[in-house]
């Protein structure tokens, strides 16, 4: 019998609702065997033999592997459905619920028992149009709220219409991350009216507010923690931490869990601890009410009890109903964005593949777009379309720097520029939201904490004012084109030898074609078209025309780019 590798099952993300009434399945098939995939389907409670086929899609190659999907219409919520696989010389296999086999009856079938929801997991519906833009505090204009808030109308300009800050409660140090008090805005920045007057003028402005919140450990200043301390076993917040031994010591090691490794100041709470947990949800609801914020950023969010995530969301979600949640997990993020913790991630691993590609040039085009793939299959549409996609944030080297840094070339500090320019314009032609990096706009440069938490460079001179306004050009693009917000993201071609690349977004008939030359040369490409019905496209870049048959002809600049519509 062929045998060839398949993978599925029935749940999140190989089997998961994207709106009512739809079931979307995603099928991964062994690469390189040019497999064609349909699934059969029907009711689970039809007689056997009554299954409806429908083709899949092929997504793309992510390596080993390749994708293939089909959403299917479920009129009563509960399906029962296999795989029918076969190759061009016409061998085929079916695949269900016991594995493969040369007939459907010892296949058998996948169970999507009940849809238990009438439509698909819900996020926020401004996310999907969001362009977000991390703030440090302390570095933005003068290091108060004052100072951002002065700067909205800067930002509104830019085309930002959410702006993320990190933490602003009291803390004994800059970056806020050991947490004196959760209740009271650090007076370094300001008070609690000046962050409501910072969140009514954003608002004024159209863009959203989300602040940082740090549930998975406080600081050796909260209150909580002072009174262990002070009483050690006997305190009645003993509870609230994991602490190993008595005495509780600080130094030369920290005898109770912390953030990371033996960070004494920063001691881990114990989110299993209900007074603990309500004490949080407190928090979390107490900034929404009073200041209006949009959303909280979570972070260590792996590492905090999933229980009290469950709980986080239901509660937050059931009486703000818009509030945006992205949890911070520099990994593989899925397994928390399965619609019941949090709407998205920062999308960390999305990153690194960016990384290689325009800042290293360790990769091609080939494994670039496998990685791209590879990230996006493990997480549901919803997720994918909630996360923060990001090229640097305050935990990593400026983009401009690990450009400079890396590439390919005797003058490869040279061509960085260029290659950031092509990964902005990555960013803001992907899925998800866009989330830049204060300064990056303005080819701000920094190595890892504390260099890339410089203060913000406002002096005209000093800025990069082309690339600002590349920035300003590509935002402008996204908001005027929905597909490029919304649309699906599909692989169109890669050519390696060339380091060349193109994808397309689609919504319907309405598509746009990207293309990116990540080399110093200047390209005559030939390719497949990625539209019909048109005699011609135009760059919208540059409002060139171009002919459109069955096969495109376009030309490339050095370390150039297209988007075609």
Known sequence: MTRWFLYHTAEDPFAFPVGPGSLKLRLFVQNGQHLTCTVIHSDRYDSPGSEIP????????????????????????????????????????????????????????????????????????????????????????????????????????????????????????????????????????????????????????GIRVLLDAVFNHAGDTFFAFRDVLEHGENSRYKDWFVIHSYPVVQTPSPNYETFAKAEAHMPKLNMENPEVADYMMEVAKHWVREAGIDGWRLDVANEVSPKFWTRFRRELKAEFPE????????????????????????????????????????????????????????????????????????????????????????????????????????????????????????????????HCRRPMVWREQEQNSALHAWYTELIGLRKKYEVLRKGAFRPWFTDETRNVLGYVRSSGQEKIGLVINNSPNRYHLEVDSFRSGTSELTDLLTGTTILNGDRLVVELEPFGCLMLH
């Open 54 to 205: 429908l083709p899949m899609e092929r997504i793309g190659s992510a390596g080993a592997y390749e994708i293939h999907e089909a959403v299917l219409p479920l009129a009563t919520g509960k399906c029962r459905y296999l795989f029918h696989v076969m190759n061009p010389a016409g061998e085929y296999l079916w695949y269900g619920e016991r594995g493969i086999a040369e007939n459907r009856e010892h296949a058998g079938s996948f169970q999507y028992a009940y849809m238990h929801h009438p439509e698909a997991v819900k996020i926020p519906s401004w996310s999907q149009d969001a362009v977000v833009y991390q703030i440090y505090p302390s570095s933005y204009n003068g290091g108060t709220l004052k100072g951002i808030l002065d700067k909205i109308p800067y930002l509104q300009q830019l085309g930002i219409t959410a702006m993320y800050m990190t933490p602003i409660f009291e803390s004994p140090s800059e970056h806020k991350y050991n947490t004196s008090d959760y209740y009271k805005v650090d007076p370094m920045f300001g008070t609690t009216a000046d962050l409501k007057a910072l969140v009514d003028q954003a608002h004024r402005h």
């Open 323 to 450: 509030l945006l949640l992205i949890g911070e997990i520099m990994h593989g993020s899925g397994p928390w964005l399965r619609g019941d913790q949090f709407d998205g991630g920062m999308n960390y691993v999305l990153r690194d593949a960016v990384l290689e590609f325009f800042a290293e040039q360790t990769a091609g085009p080939v494994r670039f777009m496998e990685q791209v793939l590879h990230q996006e299959a493990f997480c549901n549409d919803q997720a994918n379309a909630a996360m923060f996609q990001l090229l640097g944030s305050h935990d990593t080297l400026r983009f401009l720097t690990a450009c400079k840094q890396g590439g390919r070339g005797w003058n490869h500090e040279e061509t960085a520029i260029y290659r950031m320019r092509l990964a902005v314009f990555f960013q803001m032609t992907y899925i998800g939201m866009p989330m830049i990096y204060y300064g990056d706009e303005v080819g701000m440069e920094g190595a890892t904490d504390p």
